[in-house]
Structure formats: structure tokens, C-alpha cells
């Protein structure tokens, strides 16, 4: 067989992977419970890894400030001296089969979703939300107002939902998000319908919750507030999807892109663990004050676009034309968009259907070879972080074209040869 | 030499652009209807990189 068909035959075996994936919520948990090699003195970030001094601002006043709640440092001074000593460790939530919006930020006893790949039995996880507002935690942001709300998250609403999860017997995730689509979601940048479909899923177990009133009442009214609180349930389950896709001889669809606020990164099926990396581009789109503007913003930055890689957000920008506000766009513009997405993608996903295109299947499974042959770098629905931290706007950005062709050379180098 | 004006200049213009859409730009500031079509070489034409799309795709 010549390289041309293995490399069919892989990518085949990959989308089928991919597509009949099956994730579940079937937890809620602190991070020490369930995160694999999750550690006290361990906070995790978005991907991929750099080191401490070349991290965004985001980043590094994240990090310091969950060293600060989990107790690790007195100061922001002594947490920047244990992270550069290595008593305080980091490390890209990837690497711990998480993902994290914004700057991803994560640590030990952070609540998280706990998401199954029932075909698989993999699991993914990734944070519950923090609700809305611009200055959070996941934006690089840290004070007591803050501290406190993830102590109530972490005491109050993480234990309420974890009853909540498991009396529920799991929720399809994937059922989720085949609704949400047609209720006006891209399940990136818009998550209000996925939400509600989540809460409609929880009510009934809440119903019947054990816990003390005071408490469920405050989950409730935090949840029926939180217009995004799914999206991270919709990021874990991608990425449970996407993990038992990834090390398939041959194979050239990515099994995950994120992004640092310094550098994009990618991975390939066959590929494994490596990242391929180019520096992240800015992300146009509308900014929340007019006091704020591109000069203020941190480049492209967190772990959401695994929406994308799994052919969500960007790649569906039709099934939300609310979200073409934030960039000045139209639904001639996005139908274009999800049309040039198609052109890059090895599958499409009959799960997905936008209406607002007759119904078609979303572009799912990118394939290094194609975008590099066609020039066209996926599109990505995203958050606008300040550089020093703080939500500030959304809009979208394209990947850099530098991973993915340098990902292709690294094939070429693998597989030629043989 | 004939000083006449090209037939193709004497009625209503349509063009089809293909590639750098600066062209379709200027001429539909002229009131030229265009269509445009998409197009750059392969791999912005980097010759390493067409080589090894040959190969693989």
C-alpha cells in the first residue's frame, strides 16, 4: 500500500474515532481526586508549556493567584520565588487530560467536570465556570473577592452538583450539543442553549437534593445566571473525544490545538504528545469599553479551541449568527467561513446539522495536509484577554499557518523515509 | 497598427477574477461586475512544502 492510502486509511480510522465518540458528565470533583497526576503543590494552565519568564500576563497572575488561594504562598512575591525554586509546579492542563478556558488555571482543589468517552472509557475534565463577568480567575485575575467565590465553588456548588451528576446517571453531552446547534449555539463563543439543556438535565436531581437549602438555593440562582457554564462541559467532552484519537500510525487530523497568549499549538494523530507551535496571532473582534483596545490585548490565548478541533465554534459559525455581532459579520460571511472550513476537514459530522445551511453537517477533523496545500488556517470563536489580565472582548482569529507546517515536515520526516 | 477600440471594451464588461482579490476590488469601485474566485498556489507556493504535498496528498 502507498503512503497516500495508509494515510486515508488512518485518517479514516481517526474521524471514525472521533465520530463516534460518546462523552458523559458523570462527576463533579476537586481536581485531587480525579485529575490524573493532579498534586497539592501542582496548578495547571492552557497549553502549550513555556517557561515561567516567557508566560503572558494572564498567565502568570493566574498561576500566582491560585498559588495564593490553595494556600502554597503569603504573597505574590513568595509564589513567583517557589514557582522559579520549583516548590509551586506548572504544568499545561493537556498534559493531564484537562483543558482550560482563558489562562486554564487550575489547582488542586478546584471543582472540576468530570467527563467519560463512554465508547472508550477514557476521561477528560475540565474546571466548572466561574460564571460571567470579566474579571475571574480563568482571565488571569486574582483578589479576595475572587478567592472567596472559588472557595464557595469549591465548598457549596461543587458538592451540590456532584450529587446532583451522579444521581442524574451521567448526561449526554453529545446530545447537548446536536440541540444546542439548533437552538443557536456554535458551543464556543455562544453556550446560553447547551446550558439550558444542561440545567433541564439537572433540575430534576436538584429536585431531590440532600443538600441544605441555603446552599441549593445559591448553586441554583448562580447556575440560571451563568449564561456560559457549559462550555467547559462542551471542552472536556471534546476533549475526551480527542484523546482516543490521538497515536494512529498515519494518521494527519489534529487531535488538539491551544494556545498560551505567547504561542499556538497543535498536535497530530500520529504524531503523539508533541506540540507544533507558532507564535499566536491577535484576536479580532469588539472590544466590551471603548477605554479598551488591540493595543491592550494579549494574543490569542487558552485550551476552548478544542471546540474547534472537534469541528464546533469557528467551524459552525452559521448555527450563531448572534456571535457575528462581535465581529462585524454577517450570515453570508459565516456560511462563507464554515464552506472554507469544509475545504480543510477530512469528515463531515451528520451530528451537527446548522440550519441555517439547509441543515448541512459541521466540517469536523482537520487535516495538516490541506491546510497547508490550500493556505486557509482554522477559524476560531474566542475570548479577548487583557495582557495583564481580564476579559475585555470576543471576537475570532485564525491559527498560525507556521504548526501546522511544520507538523507536516515532521510527518514527512517519519513516514518518508520509511 | 489598428487604433480601434477592442470589441471587449465596447460593451458591458464581466470579469471573473481569480487570486488577489485587490483587482475584484478596484473594479467593483468601477461599477464592474466581478466574481471572484479564491485562489493561491498550493502551499503559498513554498517549493519544500509543494514537494512534500506531492507525496503525501
Redesign the interface.
Known sequence: MD??SK?EQANQQTMDTILGGRPVLIDVAPALEVVPGMEPNLILHSAPANDWEDMCGPHKNGIIGAALWEGLADSPEQADQKIRSGEIQVAPCHHHDSVGAGAGITSASTSMLVVENSVHKNRAFCCISEGGGLRLLKWGVYDEYIGKHLTWQTNVLGPVLQEAVRASGGIDIKNIIAKAVQMGDECHNRTIASTSLFLRELYGPLVDSKADPASLLASVKFLVEADQFFLHGIMAAAKAILTPAKGIEYS?IVTAMARNGVEFGIQVSSLGDQWFTAPANDVEGLFFRSEWGYEDAAPDLGDSCITETIGLGGFIQPAAPTVQQYVQGSLKQAIANTLEMTQICAAINNDVQIPAMDFAGAPVGIDI??V????IAPLIDTAITHKQGGLIGAGQVRAP?GCF?KA??A??SLY?QR | MNNTTNELFAGEIKVINIGLELFTDTLTQQQVKVTHVQWEPPAQGDPELMSLLDDLL
Open positions: 503512503i497516500k494515510i494527519t495536509r490541506k497547508v496545500q490550500t493556505g499557518m507546517e507536516l515536515k510527518f514527512s518518508l
